[in-house]
């Protein structure tokens, strides 16, 4: 008998169409997220798993699943992020878990810029104007925003994202400031990313538009809140394709009504996709549905990372984009 796979979402049927020699396939056609209570059901004897973000794996989780059942070997995000993993509970549990970075970091970067520029220029603000039919007159300060080219860009997370939006700047005449947990090798910053290190409070007092893209640990939840947007110039812009809970939303909210920022262009929510409904009462955000890496070509190749990763697994071989070798260990001695 094949070992058995979960395809907990539904997706592109010619790339998952490669995982049937090797598996028995069950494939959620509802297109519905499984709670935790069915994701167990569902997880009771298979191998392994391709999931998105969307897929709690907590430690409770695995620990119930664990006490019916060992069989479930590999789990795979169809992302870069893993937030939605407990890593430790994984490896203390001898599941292997595996994400899709890299192949998504140009589409992401673009994304990220046109963010930045719908928000600094007040596109979807001022298409609303025209679509609502407010447009009975043009006027020399209507719409007004602020500058992209010769600008300040900060960058907080200089990962490999973060120096794929670094490097678009060049085009643009900014100056580019980053911090980062570690800084970078001095000698490569401004000549591979045209970025400077500057320490935190620099970052958010100097940058003009300042774009988040650096990982969520339950470390940085709620790490911007009163102190950073408060260093903030009124004239900035505040840019989140990372995870929203790295931000409180609450005092972001707050900002944006009171004009302690000039706008904000989010994809992504502490509560995705029971997003806090405050946005949509205000006019200075553009807000999209967690869409970053969103190109045809892109999904596609995260698709196929995570299909990879789980071939691998099958055929006794180190999963590609695993991230916690410690259970390959284990599970590979053990077993
Ligand atoms: C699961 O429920 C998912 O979204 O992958
Ligand atoms: C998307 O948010 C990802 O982590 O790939």
């Not at 569902?42 to 999931?51: P, S």
């Not at 203390?92 to 673009?110: F, G, H, I, Q, Y």
């Not at 007159?137 to 500058?147: N, R, T």
């Amino acid at each position: 008998m094949r070992p058995k796979l979960l395809v907990a979402r539904a997706m592109f049927p010619d790339l998952l169409s490669r995982l049937t020699p090797y598996f028995d396939l069950e494939i959620n056609q509802e297109d519905r997220i499984f709670t935790e209570d069915e994701l167990i059901e569902r997880l009771h004897g298979k191998f392994g798993m391709i999931c998105t973000s969307s897929a709690k794996i907590s430690s409770s989780l695995l620990q119930r699943l664990k006490s019916i059942n060992d069989d479930l070997k590999i789990i795979s995000t169809i992302a870069v992020g893993y937030d939605n993993f407990d890593i430790a509970s994984c490896t203390e549990n001898r599941v292997m878990a595996t994400n899709s970075p890299d192949v998504l970091n140009e589409t992401t970067a673009d994304f990220a810029w046109a963010l930045m520029m719908a928000t600094a220029r007040r596109v979807t603000e001022a298409e609303a104007f025209l679509r609502d039919g407010e447009w009975k007159k043009w006027s020399v300060d209507f719409f007004l925003g602020a500058d992209i080219h010769g600008s300040t860009l900060g960058i907080l997370g200089m990962g490999r994202i973060g120096q794929a939006i670094a490097r678009r700047a060049a085009g643009f005449g900014m100056q580019v400031i980053y911090h980062n947990r570690q800084r970078l090798d001095p000698d490569i910053e401004l000549k591979a990313h045209c970025a400077e290190y500057v320490d935190r409070e620099t970052l958010f007092s100097a940058s003009d538009h300042l774009i988040l893209a650096l990982p969520f640990t339950p470390e940085v939840r709620h790490s911007i809140g009163v102190a950073e947007i408060s260093r903030m110039k009124r004239s900035a812009t505040l840019i989140n394709i990372a995870r929203g809970g790295i931000v409180d939303e609450d005092v972001l909210i707050d900002a944006l009504r009171t004009g302690q920022i000039a706008g904000a262009g989010l994809d992504v929510f502490e509560n995705e996709p029971n997003f806090n409904r405050a946005f949509l009462d205000l006019k200075n955000v553009v807000l999209t549905p967690h869409i970053a890496s969103a190109s045809e070509q892109t999904r596609r190749a995260m698709v196929s990372q995570a299909i990879n990763n789980v071939i691998a697994a099958v055929k006794g071989e180190i999963p590609p984009n695993l991230i916690n070798r410690q259970a390959l260990h284990l599970g590979f001695e053990q077993n």
